[in-house]
């Protein structure tokens, strides 16, 4: 695990250094939106509903819509002015009896891991914890906002839990509720019955996603089937990166096509060559017919071009045969 905060435990004149880690994780089968036809995802523009333009993402701003509909634009200096704790400092409020914590206003968990150098403040305020069957509240600020958090223990670990506020939490109201309902002896000790025969101590690894499991079931029998595409860039091409799930006879389908482009691209100079040849006068033939010849078959192209630098050659032995003609006169 990695750890995404560090602080330190403060209660009293104590303080000890931790690190925050994540207690749990969503398992959920994430799917994104993609063009049914191509499987190409779709992009989400970010447009301003009163000129209509399309809005960068450094030109957003937060803002506050009122009960009568009015927008009140927030800037970054707003938020910095706010009135905001230690953000490196869980600061225990007071420590309360645990059974009166409502588990309803618990919301996320995380792990506090000690440093080495405090590992002994860490037990005392565990074990203290434990004999007296206490939960710490503090107040602690993740991601910029204070939130209401209290401190448990988890087998050998603190366990930091924040809490929602109580005005977060809705009431029960329920009208139905308030009606008399008279229950016979009988149907309660028939419920008492029922309890107890389902009575067993809770085991949570007992228990499994069947939905998510079956979802991904289906999503593995689409990929062996090869109906799973490859990921297309915004160009419409196939992306050089990342990991593309193929059907197996389309790879080997599409690498026997790339053999045969390849081979019919180093044939194409030959026949060429070949079509050269073949329009050419009837004086020049036995020439070119030589050139051909004596070429070796995977370069022709080489072969034909030293045949000129040889008529070359030969066309310049006659212009020096009268230089010493002319000196002897």
Same mark, same amino acid.
């Given at each position: 695990?990695?750890?995404?905060?560090?602080?330190?435990?403060?209660?009293?004149?104590?303080?000890?250094?931790?690190?925050?880690?994540?207690?749990?994780?969503?398992?959920?089968?994430?799917?994104?939106?993609?063009?049914?036809?191509?499987?190409?995802?779709?992009?989400?523009?970010?447009?301003?509903?009163?000129?209509?333009?399309?809005?960068?993402?450094?030109?957003?701003?937060?803002?506050?819509?009122?009960?009568?509909?009015?927008?009140?634009?927030?800037?970054?200096?707003?938020?910095?002015?706010?009135?905001?704790?230690?953000?490196?400092?869980?600061?225990?409020?007071?420590?309360?009896?645990?059974?009166?914590?409502?588990?309803?206003?618990?919301?996320?968990?995380?792990?506090?891991?000690?440093?080495?150098?405090?590992?002994?403040?860490?037990?005392?305020?565990?074990?203290?914890?434990?004999?007296?069957?206490?939960?710490?509240?503090?107040?602690?600020?993740?991601?910029?906002?204070?939130?209401?958090?209290?401190?448990?223990?988890?087998?050998?670990?603190?366990?930091?839990?924040?809490?929602?506020?109580?005005?977060?939490?809705?009431?029960?109201?329920?009208?139905?509720?308030?009606?008399?309902?008279?229950?016979?002896?009988?149907?309660?000790?028939?419920?008492?019955?029922?309890?107890?025969?389902?009575?067993?101590?809770?085991?949570?690894? !007992?228990?499994?996603?069947?939905?998510? =499991? /079956? #979802?991904? @079931?289906?999503?593995?029998?689409?990929? +062996?089937?090869?109906? $799973?595409?490859?990921?297309?860039?915004?160009?419409?091409?196939?992306?050089?990166?990342? !990991?593309?799930?193929?059907?197996?006879? =389309? /790879? #080997?389908? @599409?690498?026997?096509?790339?053999?045969? +482009?390849?081979?019919? $691209?180093?044939?194409?100079?030959?026949?060429?060559?070949?079509?050269?040849?073949?329009?050419?006068?009837?004086?020049?033939?036995?020439? /070119?017919?030589? @050139?051909?010849?004596?070429?070796?078959?995977?370069?022709?192209? $080489?072969?034909?071009?030293?045949?000129?630098?040889?008529?070359?050659?030969?066309?310049?032995?006659?212009?020096?045969?009268?230089?010493?003609?002319?000196?002897?006169?």
């Amino acid at each position: 695990m990695r750890a995404m905060w560090k602080g330190s435990i403060a209660f009293g004149l104590v303080s000890v250094p931790v690190k925050v880690y994540a207690a749990t994780e969503e398992k959920d089968v994430r799917f994104h939106q993609v063009h049914a036809a191509d499987g190409g995802r779709i992009s989400m523009v970010r447009r301003c509903q009163v000129d209509g333009e399309e809005v960068a993402y450094q030109d957003l701003a937060k803002a506050y819509e009122t009960s009568d509909g009015r927008t009140v634009v927030m800037s970054d200096e707003d938020f910095e002015n706010l009135p905001v704790p230690g953000s490196k400092e869980l600061e225990v409020v007071e420590f309360v009896p645990s059974d009166q914590v409502d588990p309803v206003l618990f919301d996320k968990s995380y792990y506090l891991e000690p440093d080495k150098s405090a590992l002994k403040p860490y037990v005392l305020l565990r074990e203290a914890l434990g004999r007296t069957d206490r939960t710490a509240v503090l107040k602690v600020v993740l991601r910029k906002r204070t939130q209401l958090a209290a401190l448990r223990v988890r087998g050998d670990v603190l366990l930091l839990q924040t809490m929602r506020w109580p005005d977060e939490v809705r009431s029960a109201d329920f009208e139905v509720l308030d009606s008399d309902v008279s229950v016979k002896e009988s149907e309660s000790a028939m419920a008492d019955m029922l309890v107890e025969s389902l009575a067993t101590d809770f085991d949570p690894t !007992a228990f499994n996603d069947e939905y998510r =499991e /079956a #979802l991904l @079931a289906v999503i593995d029998g689409k990929v +062996a089937t090869g109906q $799973a595409t490859a990921p297309v860039d915004a160009s419409g091409g196939i992306a050089q990166d990342g !990991a593309a799930v193929l059907d197996l006879m =389309e /790879a #080997l389908r @599409a690498s026997v096509e790339r053999s045969k +482009a390849e081979r019919a $691209a180093q044939d194409q100079p030959a026949e060429q060559a070949e079509s050269e040849v073949e329009a050419m006068p009837a004086a020049a033939a036995p020439r /070119a017919t030589r @050139a051909r010849s004596t070429a070796k078959p995977v370069g022709e192209k $080489a072969g034909a071009q030293s045949e000129p630098r040889s008529r070359k050659t030969t066309a310049k032995k006659p212009a020096k045969k009268p230089a010493p003609t002319t000196r002897s006169a």
